[in-house]
C-alpha cells in the first residue's frame, strides 16, 4: 500500500505542534520544557559543581553530564521500569555528545555542569525532544555556548521521506527508517546522527535537508520562548 | 560596512548574531566568528563605542580578585578556614588574613568562626581554579551575625546595587532592614522586625525578576511607598 497520506494527516515535510518553555523548575539554575506532538521533555541543569568522583574531573574545562531518563507513566500503557538501563545510558552519551559542540566550560575547569532530561510523555523522537529542552535550559542557566542546538527525527516511511515521525510511523508496516539528527544551524555542524534503518544515498541526502529545515524551524520556536521568558515578544 | 543586526537593550540568545563588519569589538559574553560578532549568552545588548557586549540574565560566578564575597564557613582546619562561596570549589581563608588580633599557634579556630557561619569577605587571590585566598582584613569584612541569607544569580547583583547604591539604599531606608550583598549573589540582611525582613526579601525577589527592565528604581519607590503601610 502506498504512503500517500500521513497516519495523522500532516503534510511530509510538517512537524508536529511544538511548544517550548523555560523557567519550568524554579529551584534549578536553568530549566526549559520542550513538547513535539504528543513527546514532552523537561531539562533542568545544575552547576557548575564540584565533580566527583575527582577522577572524572578534567583539569582544563568543565564536563557536561547529560542524564535521559523516561518516567515510569511515560509510555504507551506498559509501564515503564524505573532507574537506568542500557537505552537510556546510550541516549544520555549521545545527548551529551549532541550538546558538547556549542557548550563552552573552559571557564569551569574540574567542575560538572548536570542537564537531567525527564521525559514525561513519549510518542516517538524523544532524544531529538531531549535535546532541544536541555539546549534551552543551558542557555537559560546562563552557560556560555555558541549557538543553540535544535533537534528532529527524520525519516523513510512507506517509500516516502518524512520529518518528525510519530510513533505509529515508526512502527508502520513494512520498514520504517529513523534518522534522529540535531543540527547548530548558525555553524551548520551536525551533532547528532543516529540511523535505525536501511536508505539510500540519495534519500539519505533528501531526508538530512529536510531535517535541517525541520530544525531551523524548530530554532525560531526555542529562541521566542527564551526571548519571551524577559518579556520580548518579537 | 560594519553594521548592527539588533537594536540595543535587545535580548538575544546564544548564538545570535549581534554585529556585522570588523569594526565592532567583542565585549563579554561575545565572541567573534570570521567577520560576524555572536552572543553566547541570553543577555541584553549592551554598546559602548565600538565595543559590543552582553549583560548576561543569569550565569555562574566567576570569582575574581578584588571581589567582596558572602561566604558560608564549612571547613575549620589548623591554619584557616574553608569557605563555600557559590563556586565549585572552596574558598581558603587562612589565619593570617582573617583577624589582626593575635591567634595563637594550635588556637581551637571555631572559636572564631564555625561551621556553619557566615563571614564578609574579599577575594585576594585567584591563583587556579582550586586554589581562591580569601582575607577579612578591610572595611565592612566581618563574621555576620544572625540575620538571613538570600542567593540570586550573580549577574544580578549591580541591579540589586544600583546605582551608586541607589537600590540597596532604597531597601534599607523603607524597611530600616540592614542589607549586606557579595559579588557572588549571597545577600545577607537582618532587620528588627520580621516582617520588614519579608518585606525586603519580596522586594529584593522583584528587583531579581524584573531586572532586565528599565526605569526599575522608580517603580521599586513606589511598590515599597504602597506596601510600607501595610507593616
Given at each position: 500500500m502506498a504512503y500517500d497520506k500521513r497516519l495523522d494527516g500532516r503534510k511530509f515535510d510538517e512537524l508536529r505542534p511544538v511548544e517550548a518553555k523555560v523557567g519550568?523548575?524554579?529551584?534549578?539554575?536553568g530549566s526549559a520544557m520542550f513538547k513535539i506532538g504528543k513527546t514532552i521533555a523537561v531539562a533542568a541543569v545544575h552547576g557548575p559543581r564540584e565533580l566527583y568522583p575527582?577522577?572524572?574531573?578534567?583539569p582544563t574545562s568543565g564536563v557536561l553530564r547529560c542524564n535521559y531518563n523516561m518516567m515510569a507513566?511515560?509510555?504507551?500503557?506498559d509501564r515503564v521500569r524505573p532507574g537506568p538501563n542500557r537505552r537510556s545510558k546510550e541516549i544520555s552519551m549521545v545527548m551529551e555528545k549532541a550538546l558538547m559542540?556549542?557548550?563552552?566550560?573552559?571557564?569551569?575547569?574540574g567542575s560538572v555542569v548536570d542537564v537531567f532530561v525527564e521525559l514525561i510523555q513519549t510518542d516517538a523522537g524523544t532524544r531529538c525532544a531531549g535535546i532541544c529542552a536541555a539546549a534551552m535550559a543551558l542557555a537559560h542557566a546562563g552557560i556560555p555556548m555558541k549557538d543553540l542546538v535544535s533537534s528532529v527525527a527524520v525519516g523513510r516511511v512507506g517509500g516516502k521521506i518524512v520529518l518528525d515521525l510519530s510513533k505509529e510511523e515508526e512502527d508502520y508496516e513494512g520498514h520504517a527508517t529513523d534518522i534522529a539528527t540535531a543540527f547548530s544551524i548558525r555553524t551548520g555542524q551536525v551533532t547528532l546522527l543516529q540511523m535505525d534503518g536501511p536508505l539510500t544515498r540519495e534519500e539519505l541526502k533528501k531526508a538530512l535537508e529536510l531535517a535541517k529545515k525541520g530544525c531551523e524551524d524548530i530554532k525560531k520556536i526555542q529562541t521566542a520562548a527564551l526571548k519571551i521568558k524577559y518579556g520580548d515578544s518579537k | 560596512m560594519s553594521k548592527l543586526l539588533v537594536n540595543e537593550k535587545e535580548i538575544v540568545v546564544p548564538g545570535q548574531e549581534i554585529a556585522e563588519g570588523i569594526d565592532f569589538l567583542p565585549g563579554d559574553d561575545v565572541i567573534r566568528d570570521k567577520d560576524k560578532l555572536v552572543s553566547t549568552k541570553l543577555g541584553m545588548v549592551s554598546l559602548n563605542g565600538r565595543l559590543v557586549r552582553v549583560v548576561a540574565l543569569n550565569g555562574p560566578y566567576l570569582p575574581k580578585r578584588g571581589d567582596l564575597v558572602i561566604g558560608k564557613v564549612v571547613g575549620v582546619g589548623l591554619g584557616g578556614w574553608r569557605v563555600n562561596i557559590g563556586w565549585p570549589f572552596e574558598a581558603n581563608l587562612s589565619v593570617k588574613d582573617a583577624s589582626s588580633d593575635f591567634i595563637e599557634k594550635g588556637a581551637d579556630l571555631s572559636k572564631y568562626f564555625n561551621y556553619g557561619d557566615y563571614v564578609m569577605v574579599e577575594i585576594i587571590n585567584v591563583s587556579s581554579f582550586k586554589l581562591i585566598d580569601l582575607s577579612?582584613?578591610?572595611?565592612?569584612?566581618r563574621k555576620l551575625g544572625s540575620g538571613r541569607i538570600l542567593r540570586v544569580p550573580s549577574p544580578k547583583v549591580p541591579r540589586i546595587i544600583g546605582k551608586q547604591g541607589s537600590m540597596i539604599g532604597l531597601i534599607k531606608d523603607y524597611t530600616g532592614c540592614k542589607v549586606s550583598v557579595g559579588q557572588n549573589g549571597f545577600i545577607w540582611l537582618s532587620g528588627d522586625d520580621p516582617k520588614k525582613e519579608v518585606l525586603a526579601i519580596k522586594a529584593i525577589e522583584k528587583i531579581e525578576a524584573e531586572s532586565h527592565t528599565s526605569g526599575l528604581t522608580d517603580r521599586m519607590k513606589t511598590y515599597l511607598e504602597s506596601e510600607k503601610n501595610g507593616l
Open positions: 519550568v523548575v524554579p529551584r534549578a539554575v575527582a577522577a572524572f574531573q578534567n507513566f511515560s509510555g504507551s500503557g559542540p556549542v557548550v563552552d566550560l573552559s571557564a569551569y575547569p | 577579612m582584613k578591610g572595611p565592612g569584612l
